[in-house]
C-alpha cells in the first residue's frame, strides 16, 4: 500500500490500547532494520526524519530509501513523518516533499505563538492531506535545533484551547521524558497524573510520547565492554511505556535505542574481527542488531504487533 497518514493508525492504537513506534532513520541499514522488524511482527511503523537527518543524508536519498521500503513491504502501513520542524518553511517544503505527516516543533516558544504557527501548518499541511503533530511543554535534553536545559511539564490546563484553536492531530507533552540516552539521574519518574489529566481533557485524542528510549542495559554494557564509555545511560523502564501506551500515548519515539544498537553491535564486531574494513561485514551484524531491537519494542513494549 502506498504511505499514509497515521489517523487510522492511532485511532486503532487508541481504541486498542496501544503504540506506534516512530523510529528516527538516518542511512538504508537503519530503515531496512526497522521494516525487516515490521515484518516480522506485522506491525505498522513511523519512520521519522529529524531536520538533522535531512542534512546528514540529503531529503533525496531518504525519500528513495522509504519508497524502496513502501514496495518491500506492501502490507505494512507506514507513514513518512517530520521530526521537530521547528519552522513552517520546514514543514512546507516535508508537505511538498510527499511526507504524511509533520510535526511543527513550536514548544520553546510563548503559548500564544506556538499557537500561531501550529495553526499555520495544519492549515497548509491539512490542504494536502497531512497530518500534523504538536507539542506543548518542554522537553529537558539537546537536539539539533532545540536545546533546553531544564524540562518543563505540559499544563493540562492549556491543552483544550492549544487543539481547538490549532487544530492539530496529536499532541506530544512532557511528562518526564528527555531526548538521548542519558534521561534520569536517580530513580525514572514519569508524570502519569499529568498524561491523565491531558487525556481527560482530550477525549480520544492521540498522544505523543517523545524521549522514549528505554535504554536497554544490553547495549550500555556492550559499548563498555568494547570500548566505549556511556556510563550512566538511563532510559524510560519499558514498564512506564507498556503504561503510557495502554492510556492516550498513540506514538512512542525512539531514537537512542537504535543508535546504541547500531553502535554496540559495530563495537564487538571490530573487536572479535580486527582485521574487517568492509562496511558490509559490520553494517550487516549492527542491521540485524536494529531489527530485532525494533521487534521486541513492538511485542514487549509497544504491542503494535499484527495490527495491520
Ligand atoms: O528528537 C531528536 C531525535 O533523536 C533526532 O535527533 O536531531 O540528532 O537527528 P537528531
Ligand atoms: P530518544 O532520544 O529517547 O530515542 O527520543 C527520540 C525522539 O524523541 C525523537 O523525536
Ligand atoms: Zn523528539
Known amino acids: 500500500m502506498p504511505l499514509v497518514t497515521t489517523t487510522e493508525m492511532f485511532k486503532k492504537a487508541y481504541q486498542g490500547h496501544y503504540a506506534i513506534g516512530a523510529f528516527n532513520v538516518n542511512n538504508m541499514e537503519t530503515i531496512q532494520g526497522i521494516i525487516a522488524a515490521g515484518k516480522r511482527t506485522r506491525s505498522p511503523l513511523i519512520l521519522q526524519i529529524s531536520q538533522g537527518a535531512r542534512k546528514y543524508a540529503n ?122 540516552a542519558f534521561k534520569f539521574k536517580g530513580n525514572a519518574q514519569l508524570r502519569f497524573d499529568i498524561l491523565e489529566e491531558v487525556s481527560k481533557r482530550l477525549p480520544n485524542f492521540p498522544i505523543v510520547l517523545h524521549g522514549a528510549s528505554s535504554v536497554p542495559q544490553e547495549f550500555v554494557d556492550m559499548i563498555q565492554k568494547y570500548g566505549g564509555n556511556v556510563q550512566g545511560a538511563q532510559g524510560v523502564p519499558e514498564e512506564m511505556l507498556r503504561q503510557a501506551s495502554k492510556l492516550a500515548v498513540c506514538k512512542i519515539n525512539i531514537d537512542s535505542d537504535i543508535r546504541l544498537a547500531c553502535t554496540a553491535k559495530i563495537r564487538e564486531h571490530f573487536a572479535e574481527y580486527p582485521a574487517h574494513f568492509d562496511p558490509r561485514q559490520y553494517l550487516a551484524p549492527a542491521r540485524e542488531a536494529i531489527a530485532d531491537m525494533v521487534e521486541r519494542k513492538i511485542i514487549n513494549v509497544l504491542g503494535s504487533q499484527d495490527k495491520i
Open 59 to 180: 531529503i533525496i536519498y531518504l525519500k528513495k530509501l522509504i519508497e524502496a521500503a513502501v514496495i518491500d513491504a506492501p502490507e505494512l502501513p507506514l507513514a513518512m513523518h517530520l521530526d521537530h520542524g521547528d519552522t513552517f518553511e520546514i514543514c512546507k517544503a516535508c508537505v511538498d516533499d510527499g511526507f504524511t505527516s509533520v510535526m511543527i516543533d513550536a514548544s520553546h516558544l510563548p503559548f500564544s505563538d506556538n499557537i500561531a504557527l501550529s495553526k499555520k501548518v495544519v492549515e497548509y499541511a491539512h490542504d494536502h492531506g497531512v497530518v500534523v503533530e504538536a507539542e506543548l511543554g518542554k522537553l529537558a535534553g539537546i537536539e539539533e535545533h532545540v536545546v533546553n536545559d531544564r524540562s518543563q511539564f505540559t499544563d493540562p490546563d492549556e491543552v483544550e484551547e492549544f487543539v481547538a484553536k490549532t487544530n492539530v492531530d496529536s499532541l506530544a507533552i512532557a511528562i518526564g521524558t528527555s531526548h538521548g
